[in-house]
């Protein structure tokens, strides 16, 4: 416990430096830092104290222009924050995560963001968290230039925020005053605000302030440059600058460059441009010109290389979505293997069991009564015994056959499907004479990938099937047809046969399920299994629908990649 004391202060102790370098414009330094804190809570198991070193690591990458790190980072913070319940650092990083999507110019996304925050504001009904809503919302709509609704926040936030204990609320309360004033050109009034700015920043000698309260008076005397001595008169707070515009604007970018912050510096370099451009000292002008250019020029460099980060990020995303997919695909796979062959295991083992009982009982009887049983009754027993041996050595040699289905399979080829169903009608020509069966082919076949002895197999199974199931009276009738329906070829084997009961229709694609004795239809009852596994090795799907005294359809689908309608060469 005390080896894990130290940790927690050495982590507080690079907490408290990494802000130390932050507000020294040391971003570097503060990710270096934080990060260190960050590995060492992680390892004391209570990621709820991460919340604040992720929050300043964003920070950092906000001021390097590094904005989707920091977006990312800051979302780290925010779920950390929600998991220590801490309202006050959430409202925090939320107005950063809004502030970072809008200097991204992602509008829908701040926007959203931002109705986030105001429902979490609304369920808290706490004036302090209200106020960084305000704050949220007055940046959202004077970056979007949004005057009407700027003036609604601004005037909310200065009504809930000029008498806050908050300082920052009470000055950012004053600024969005000023900036919506210097919109609708009320320069006197934003001016009495910038005043206040001035006076809150000297007070608490913040220079970020400081810059935002130079900028904003040079912002106004700069639109007001013919009348600038009337303003220059109004106040003695400003006599360092001996009533020089120029003067105000140098101490700013001073500033900026003290801040080592990008925007600030563009800000003001912007100004400077245009103050020199209106005395007409180009060369100056054209000084801060190529300053700007060459901020703009590194925003893009880092931009770029935020974008490929974000990339890359959103590409090891979704192959990570999709490595979780596969595993829960496969995980469902493996579950629904185990399920059948459970059930396979059970249906084979009870109707494997059906004939050695049958063996096993009239052998016993011929052991035990063989001697006074007559000569007729024992060849009855042996010939049941045969019939039984019989049965079971088909049960074994098709269940070999279906338990090897599908596998060491040849590379798939063209497979003309006409020809197949062609074939099959060959193939069954004498049962289909013999019961003096109508068969009818409909639609056109297409050509399919795929191998000629599983496809012949799956359509001489389902119209066999057809075949053996007759209703007594009645001339068979059989369609084999080809469907298109909605970008999807469905193949469908029809009958007029007994038909299946309703109940018994998921059952009939089981190994062994016979729903007939052996005595009214023969058959090991795996043909339907096996034209399932067939369709299943395809990736297709099958299903029955049946009356009873009426018929059966049985349907089909294989995958229609690289299917095509042609017909086979003589």
Same mark, same amino acid.
């Given at each position: 416990?005390?080896?894990?004391?130290?940790?927690?202060?050495?982590?507080?102790?690079?907490?408290?430096?990494?802000?130390?370098?932050?507000?020294?414009?040391?971003?570097?330094?503060?990710?270096?830092?934080?990060?260190?804190?960050?590995?060492?809570?992680?390892?004391?198991?209570?990621?709820?104290?991460?919340?604040?070193?992720?929050?300043?690591?964003?920070?950092?990458?906000?001021?390097?222009?590094?904005?989707?790190?920091?977006?990312?980072?800051?979302?780290?913070?925010?779920?950390?924050?929600?998991?220590?319940?801490?309202?006050?650092?959430?409202?925090?990083?939320?107005?950063?995560?809004?502030?970072?999507?809008?200097?991204?110019?992602?509008?829908?996304?701040?926007?959203?963001?931002?109705?986030?925050?105001?429902?979490?504001?609304?369920?808290?009904?706490?004036?302090?968290?209200?106020?960084?809503?305000?704050?949220?919302?007055?940046?959202?709509?004077?970056?979007?230039?949004?005057?009407?609704?700027?003036?609604?926040?601004?005037?909310?936030?200065?009504?809930?925020?000029?008498?806050?204990?908050?300082?920052?609320?009470?000055?950012?309360?004053?600024?969005?005053?000023?900036?919506?004033?210097?919109?609708?050109?009320?320069?006197?009034?934003?001016?009495?605000?910038?005043?206040?700015?001035?006076?809150?920043?000297?007070?608490?000698?913040?220079?970020?302030?400081?810059?935002?309260?130079?900028?904003?008076?040079?912002?106004?005397?700069?639109?007001?440059?013919?009348?600038?001595?009337?303003?220059?008169?109004?106040?003695?707070?400003?006599?360092?600058?001996?009533?020089?515009?120029?003067?105000? =604007?140098?101490?700013?970018?001073?500033?900026?460059?003290? +801040?080592?912050?990008?925007?600030?510096? /563009? @800000?003001? %370099? #912007?100004? $400077?441009?245009?103050?020199?451009?209106?005395?007409?000292?180009?060369?100056?002008?054209?000084?801060?010109?190529?300053?700007?250019?060459?901020?703009?020029?590194?925003?893009?460099?880092?931009?770029?290389?935020?974008?490929?980060?974000?990339?890359?990020?959103?590409?090891?995303?979704?192959?990570?979505?999709?490595?979780?997919?596969?595993?829960?695909?496969?995980?469902?796979?493996?579950?629904?293997?185990?399920?059948?062959?459970?059930?396979?295991?059970?249906?084979?083992?009870?109707?494997?069991?059906?004939?050695?009982?049958?063996?096993?009982?009239?052998?016993?009887?011929?052991?035990?009564?063989?001697?006074?049983?007559?000569?007729?009754?024992?060849?009855?027993? =042996?010939?049941?015994?045969?019939?039984?041996?019989?049965? +079971?050595?088909?049960?074994?040699?098709? /269940? @070999?056959? %279906? #338990?090897? $289905?599908?596998?060491?399979?040849?590379?798939?080829?063209?497979?003309?499907?006409?020809?197949?169903?062609?074939?099959?009608?060959?193939?069954?020509?004498?049962?289909?004479?013999?019961?003096?069966?109508?068969?009818?082919?409909?639609?056109?076949?297409?050509?399919?990938?795929?191998?000629?002895?599983?496809?012949?197999?799956?359509?001489?199974?389902?119209?066999?099937?057809?075949?053996?199931?007759?209703?007594?009276?009645?001339?068979?009738?059989?369609?084999?047809?080809?469907?298109?329906?909605?970008?999807?070829?469905?193949?469908?084997?029809?009958?007029?046969?007994?038909?299946?009961?309703?109940?018994?229709?998921?059952?009939?694609?089981?190994?062994?399920?016979? =729903?007939?004795?052996?005595?009214?239809?023969?058959?090991?009852?795996?043909?339907?299994?096996?034209?399932?596994?067939?369709?299943?090795?395809?990736?297709?799907?099958?299903?029955?629908?049946?009356?009873?005294?009426?018929?059966?359809?049985?349907?089909?689908?294989?995958?229609?990649?690289?299917?095509?309608?042609?017909?086979?060469?003589?």
């Amino acid at each position: 416990s005390k080896l894990n004391g130290y940790k927690c202060l050495e982590a507080h102790s690079m907490d408290s430096l990494s802000v130390s370098y932050f507000c020294r414009g040391q971003y570097q330094k503060t990710i270096g830092i934080g990060e260190k804190a960050v590995t060492i809570l992680s390892q004391l198991n209570d990621p709820t104290k991460l919340a604040v070193p992720f929050c300043n690591i964003a920070s950092s990458y906000f001021e390097l222009g590094q904005y989707y790190r920091a977006s990312i980072t800051y979302y780290k913070s925010l779920k950390l924050a929600q998991q220590q319940g801490n309202h006050e650092l959430m409202a925090v990083v939320y107005y950063n995560i809004i502030h970072c999507l809008i200097v991204q110019k992602r509008h829908d996304l701040a926007f959203k963001e931002l109705e986030k925050f105001e429902k979490f504001t609304d369920e808290l009904a706490d004036e302090g968290i209200t106020i960084y809503l305000y704050n949220a919302y007055c940046e959202f709509y004077f970056k979007t230039l949004n005057r009407p609704k700027l003036a609604e926040y601004a005037q909310k936030f200065f009504d809930l925020g000029h008498n806050s204990e908050n300082f920052l609320s009470k000055f950012q309360a004053h600024l969005y005053q000023a900036r919506t004033q210097i919109g609708y050109k009320k320069f006197q009034a934003a001016f009495e605000n910038a005043l206040v700015l001035y006076k809150f920043a000297k007070e608490c000698e913040s220079d970020s302030q400081l810059f935002l309260a130079y900028n904003t008076i040079g912002q106004i005397l700069y639109r007001e440059i013919d009348n600038q001595a009337d303003y220059w008169n109004q106040t003695d707070l400003l006599n360092e600058f001996d009533g020089q515009l120029l003067l105000l =604007l140098k101490k700013t970018e001073e500033l900026a460059e003290t +801040l080592n912050c990008t925007q600030e510096r /563009l @800000l003001v %370099y #912007s100004l $400077l441009e245009k103050y020199y451009n209106h005395h007409k000292d180009f060369e100056q002008a054209y000084l801060y010109s190529k300053r700007i250019g060459k901020i703009r020029e590194d925003i893009y460099d880092i931009e770029k290389n935020d974008l490929t980060f974000r990339l890359q990020e959103e590409f090891n995303m979704k192959q990570k979505e999709k490595e979780i997919l596969f595993q829960k695909k496969l995980l469902n796979q493996q579950k629904e293997i185990t399920a059948n062959l459970e059930n396979f295991a059970h249906t084979t083992s009870h109707d494997l069991r059906e004939p050695l009982q049958s063996i096993s009982a009239f052998a016993r009887l011929l052991k035990n009564h063989g001697a006074t049983l007559s000569e007729k009754d024992r060849n009855e027993f =042996l010939g049941y015994i045969q019939s039984s041996s019989d049965r +079971l050595i088909r049960m074994v040699r098709d /269940l @070999l056959k %279906y #338990s090897k $289905l599908g596998q060491n399979l040849p590379v798939a080829k063209p497979i003309y499907l006409s020809q197949i169903v062609e074939e099959v009608k060959l193939n069954l020509h004498n049962q289909i004479e013999r019961e003096n069966a109508i068969v009818n082919i409909k639609g056109e076949f297409p050509v399919l990938q795929g191998h000629h002895v599983l496809l012949n197999q799956l359509f001489q199974n389902l119209i066999s099937n057809s075949l053996k199931f007759i209703r007594a009276g009645v001339q068979p009738n059989i369609v084999i047809e080809v469907q298109n329906v909605e970008d999807q070829i469905i193949y469908k084997v029809q009958d007029n046969g007994i038909g299946i009961e309703e109940d018994k229709l998921e059952r009939i694609f089981r190994p062994f399920i016979r =729903l007939h004795n052996q005595e009214e239809y023969k058959g090991s009852g795996i043909g339907l299994a096996t034209c399932k596994k067939i369709v299943n090795l395809y990736k297709g799907t099958v299903w029955v629908e049946s009356t009873v005294g009426e018929g059966t359809s049985f349907y089909f689908t294989l995958p229609t990649t690289n299917a095509c309608f042609a017909k086979p060469s003589n």
